[in-house]
């Protein structure tokens, strides 16, 4: 299958802090990614969808303007974590989703923030 | 919302048993997808299922795509312990680019050697 990749795979900050998390597609250009968040033992939680060249789709309940995201190009979704809290702590997972007709989506291999 | 039930929520077996788990959603889905996640990584797609009564097989594993569209099924043969994992389904409204995922909750699988 396709690979996406994250980076980095583990971060800690200190609280206030803002994180930066990378996303890509390495072997395919990616029209649509996805950001979900995993609390332990918990299943994946949607909380954006992005379109390159487009801003960000929120779910309800995600503050945009706590979880920054960008797509500025086909290859790359980056999601900010600003003014990081320490219940900001949590599982951080990409996917992405090509041009194909089959609609399949590829996910990272995830981030783990925590904030101190 | 949409919303997915996942049963059972968690399975302990032995080795070489035949495992089965399943999702049902109260509305119509046109893809299902079965997934694997372990420990600190992201899930990895396994089974893919997109037409109604459509049953796949990858290796030791089988899935079904019920023929309501509102359920499907995950069957895994003579289990062995690098089985152990979260096993979460999935479901997709639409095929194209920008369709969601909406996921049930998942099985934790134990195999014990």
């Known amino acids: 299958g396709a690979v996406v990749s994250q980076h980095p795979s583990r971060v800690i900050c200190k609280s206030g802090t803002s994180v930066k998390i990378e996303c890509r597609s390495l072997d395919f250009q990616a029209t649509t990614m996805f950001w979900y968040r995993q609390f332990p033992k918990q299943s994946l939680m949607l909380m954006a969808t992005?379109?390159?060249?487009?801003?960000?789709?929120?779910e309800q309940g995600v503050e945009k303007d706590k979880f920054l995201i960008n797509h500025a190009s086909l290859t790359l979704s980056t999601l900010t974590v600003t003014s990081a809290h320490p219940e900001d702590s949590s599982f951080y997972i990409c996917?992405?989703?090509?041009?194909?007709?089959?609609?399949?989506?590829?996910f990272g291999e995830g981030s783990r923030l925590t904030v101190l | 919302g949409q919303q997915l039930n996942q049963s059972p929520q968690s399975m302990f077996i032995q080795e070489g048993e035949d495992v089965s788990m399943n999702c049902t959603s109260s509305s119509i889905f046109n893809t299902w997808l079965w997934y694997k996640q372990d420990p600190g990584e992201g899930p990895v797609l396994l089974i893919a299922?997109?037409?109604?009564?459509e049953l796949t097989s990858n290796g030791r594993l089988t899935a079904q795509f019920g023929i309501t569209r509102k359920d499907s099924f995950l069957n895994i043969s003579a289990s062995i312990p690098s089985d152990v994992g979260i096993y979460f389904c999935?479901?997709?409204?639409?095929?194209?680019?920008?369709?969601?995922?909406?996921f049930g909750e998942g099985t934790q699988l134990t195999v014990n050697p």
């Open positions: 299922l997109y037409k109604a009564g």
């Open positions: 992005s379109n390159e060249g487009s801003k960000a789709t929120y």
């Open positions: 999935a479901g997709q409204l639409g095929v194209t680019s920008g369709s969601r995922l909406t």
């Open positions: 996917s992405a989703q090509g041009r194909t007709n089959t609609g399949e989506l590829f």
